[in-house]
């Protein structure tokens, strides 16, 4: 994977000085005066020579274009620009190479760097930024502001007018150079300097990295504004790689000694690169190109931005046939055919080697020979499968009549209508109406209006509702989007329209906080589980609960619970079990036992998938699916298979902390989706944001985590349209992501506190948002007000999706 295609003594050393490298040619100093042009195909061939400076070149940099090949160098003294193949041609007549003078007597030089069309150079000296003319002598502006020594330049590639600079007081700043003034001024960022500097054109995003291996990642909109993305530590990536690594070998104990027992080494971003032009990883019909590399003092990093995880490390020490084995400073250009050329120099010894890296075969750690998950079925269940487990029901027992069969009539009404042999004639013939008005009626079975494919974000505040004073803990929809249920902290659960108008229904019984509810499929009962260790099964239009499940059946709190399986069966999980039970809801009443419940509940089925305790649970009930999601107190997420019973696949160490909230992409009877996005899956975690994560490939495909979760259990969850997923946030916000980016899309601010959870409306973009101390506030899309509230007529089409 790595090559090595020259290896250069230099006599002096050039661990921290900045070198140049494009797809064609390698720029080596020699003898401190000189430069050596090596061909990057033909490194055999003797080098050009360049001379033209009388101090020691400090900095060189080639032009982004690719003809013609321009190369720029500085020294105290001379910053000269160089037509590479203008001075072969001189050479080979024999004629001394020349080139042209830029710039005199800028001091120390540590970085250049040109502009996208190779017009304008950036010259870092000291604490002053000179951008020169790089086809005459001209300053066309001198930049100062920082407080430190500057450490690079870059820059915009979509606007050569926008220049970043990042320096030794931590911080970057945003120049516009048509005025000459800053746009942006970062805050610092941290405890050590700023090294390097990235633009990501495609995600516009900026990208910046220091000296202790911190990675921070800006949006860099159109009004230059940056907003905070992302945060990567590249020592806590490297660990995570590593155990990833590990656990494909040994078991998880003995691969989190085997990490823990490692020699840490100072990460420091050297330089970085984008290599999204030869990222071909597949994501549903889309291109995933949000790779970037960093090289740093022991290899070459790279790094996938959706997810803030490292794909691969390419160390120096794993190649004991390379003349490095620590950098000083990278030139990393990434080249045409699917590889990358890099120049490094070393950091201890006087010596250069080019590198030739080919990173078009990577393979996602643990990605192959792990087999994927789907949520739709392939086959029928199994004959030993729990999902094939039935109630038996004892049937009414009736005695039996004495005497034989009694003679009944021939008709069952008390009158018969006479057959008309006794009335009078019909003298007047049929007459058309012709001012008759139709009728219309709706359709049975038929959906009155589909959600829209279309429709923007809901954003737009509706309604504000203040329903309790303890926390709103969780949230659904019904099915058909007219109910919304509100379990509370104050032991009840409230059932309101969706609207929030009128007054709601209270369902009181728990003797703790609520902490699930869940709709049934047919919307004619559901249930709710609290801390209290029990759970509750509801009847529309009954106070009373038809199925009280609890009285020390479990020992630890009930974490999650919902209907499952088409409503066959209810799911719930209470300490490290799962627990499957066959029910049935009967709310007749015999009027002489009244206090007599009809209804049955049974066990069909108890899963342990580990020791650790489950924190948090999600199923899919609106089609028929094998799979159910748990996550641990150990911080993995275990697959079940609950066909046949066992665990299908486990990931560990998915998040930094326990996952307190796991949300699926579930979809709505009122929109479809492709069927792949139904494999996406949401997990939440304190400190560590949203991560979305794949079924099929059992990887994490984004991450999320502009939000602010600290302490509390923010909820996550996905919209009907697949389109944008929702996040509470500590920051008295709700945040609005699109799903293919990173960064949030819209922040619902103006919470009166924390907001707790969050709910999309399945038949109108509509978000529902519960707060810490007790309030609801409803938000609208702006392109979906217009859409009718007669939900009535939606069906489910179980039959096709399950097929």
Not at 58 to 87: H, N, Q
Not at 514 to 521: D, I, P, R
Request: hydrophobic letters at 35%.
């Amino acid at each position: 994977m790595i090559k090595e295609k020259l290896s250069f003594t230099c006599d002096i050393l050039l661990s921290h000085q900045q070198l140049a490298c494009c797809d064609r040619y390698c720029g080596i100093p020699h003898q401190g005066k000189n430069v050596l042009i090596y061909s990057n195909k033909k490194t055999q061939q003797k080098p050009l020579l360049l001379t033209g400076h009388h101090g020691d070149i400090s900095a060189m940099t080639f032009g982004k274009r690719s003809s013609p090949v321009t190369l720029c160098s500085a020294s105290s003294e001379y910053i000269i620009i160089w037509d590479i193949e203008a001075c072969q041609k001189r050479t080979e007549e024999g004629k001394l190479a020349a080139g042209t003078v830029i710039g005199t007597l800028l001091g120390n030089v540590v970085h250049l760097s040109f502009c996208s069309n190779d017009e304008l150079v950036a010259v870092c000296s000291g604490t002053t930024i000179y951008v020169l003319n790089s086809k005459k002598q001209e300053v066309i502006c001198t930049l100062n502001g920082h407080l430190g020594f500057l450490t690079s330049t870059e820059f915009c590639p979509w606007n050569t007018n926008i220049l970043v600079s990042t320096s030794e007081d931590r911080t970057f700043k945003v120049w516009d150079l048509k005025i000459g003034a800053v746009f942006y001024q970062s805050f610092v960022l941290g405890g050590s300097p700023l090294l390097s500097v990235l633009f990501l054109e495609e995600e516009k995003q900026l990208i910046t990295g220091s000296a202790d291996g911190q990675v921070w990642c800006f949006s860099f909109d159109d009004d230059h504004k940056c907003h905070l993305v992302k945060k990567m530590d590249l020592q806590k990536m490297e660990k995570r790689y590593e155990m990833r690594q590990e656990t494909l070998s040994y078991p998880q104990d003995v691969a989190e000694q085997l990490v823990a027992n490692k020699v840490e080494i100072s990460k420091p971003v050297i330089q970085m690169t984008s290599c999204g032009s030869f990222a071909e990883i597949q994501f549903g019909q889309e291109i995933d190109n949000s790779w970037f590399c960093v090289g740093s003092t022991d290899g070459l990093y790279v790094v996938e931005l959706a997810t803030s995880e490292l794909l691969t490390v390419l160390y120096f020490k794993d190649n004991p046939t390379l003349n490095i084995t620590m950098a000083g400073s990278w030139s990393i250009c990434v080249g045409s055919d699917k590889s990358m050329v890099v120049l490094v120099s070393s950091l201890f010894t006087p010596c250069v080697v080019l590198l030739e890296l080919c990173l078009s075969n990577l393979c996602r750690t643990g990605e192959k020979g792990g087999g994927g998950f789907s949520v739709f079925p392939s086959s029928p269940p199994l004959l030993e499968s729990p999902l094939n487990a039935e109630l038996k029901r004892k049937e009414p027992s009736h005695p039996k009549r004495k005497g034989g069969i009694k003679e009944k009539p021939l008709v069952f009404h008390s009158k018969v209508k006479s057959s008309g042999y006794n009335t009078t004639p019909r003298m007047t013939m049929f007459s058309a109406q012709t001012n008759a008005q139709k009728k219309t009626s709706p359709k049975k079975g038929l959906l009155h209006r589909n959600y829209p494919e279309v429709s923007a974000a809901p954003t737009e505040p509706r309604t504000a509702l203040s329903i309790a004073n303890k926390q709103v803990s969780c949230l659904q929809y019904s099915g058909d989007g007219k109910k919304i249920l509100c379990g509370l902290g104050d032991r009840s659960v409230l059932l309101y329209n969706s609207c929030l108008t009128g007054s709601p229904t209270a369902y009181i019984g728990h003797d703790k906080p609520v902490t699930s509810v869940s709709w049934s499929l047919c919307r004619q009962w559901w249930l709710s589980a609290a801390e209290d260790l029990s759970l509750r099964i509801w009847a529309k239009s009954y106070s009373e609960p038809a199925i009280i499940l609890g009285d020390t059946m479990f020992s630890k709190p009930i974490r999650g619970a919902q209907f499952y399986y088409l409503d066959k069966f209810l799911v719930l999980t209470s300490g490290p079990s799962l627990y499957l039970y066959l029910y049935n809801v009967d709310l007749t009443r015999d009027d002489v036992k009244r206090y007599k419940h009809r209804s049955i509940i049974k066990l069909a089925s108890c899963l342990t998938p580990s020791a650790s305790e489950i924190t948090a649970l999600s199923a899919v009930n609106d089609f028929l699916s094998y799979i159910v999601l748990v996550s641990c107190s150990d911080r993995s997420i275990q697959v079940l298979d609950m066909n046949k019973g066992a665990v299908g696949s486990v990931l560990h160490d998915a998040h930094s902390r326990a996952i307190h909230c796991i949300t699926q992409n579930k979809g709505s009877t009122f929109t479809s989706q492709a069927p792949e996005s139904y494999n996406l899956f949401l997990t939440s975690a304190v400190t560590d944001g949203v991560k979305m994560w794949d079924l099929r490939t059992m990887r994490c495909v984004r991450r999320y985590e502009n939000h602010v979760n600290l302490s509390h259990a923010c909820s996550s969850a996905f919209s009907p349209c697949g389109r944008f997923i929702a996040s509470g946030s500590e920051d008295k916000c709700a945040y609005v992501y699109d799903i293919r980016a990173s960064t949030y899309l819209h922040k619902l601010q103006k919470h009166s506190d924390t907001v707790l959870s969050v709910a999309f409306n399945p038949a109108k973009p509509e978000l529902l948002t519960g707060t810490l101390d007790g309030k609801l506030r409803l938000f609208q899309s702006s392109t979906g007000s217009h859409l009718s509230h007669d939900t009535s007529a939606a069906v489910h089409c179980i039959s096709n999706v399950t097929t």
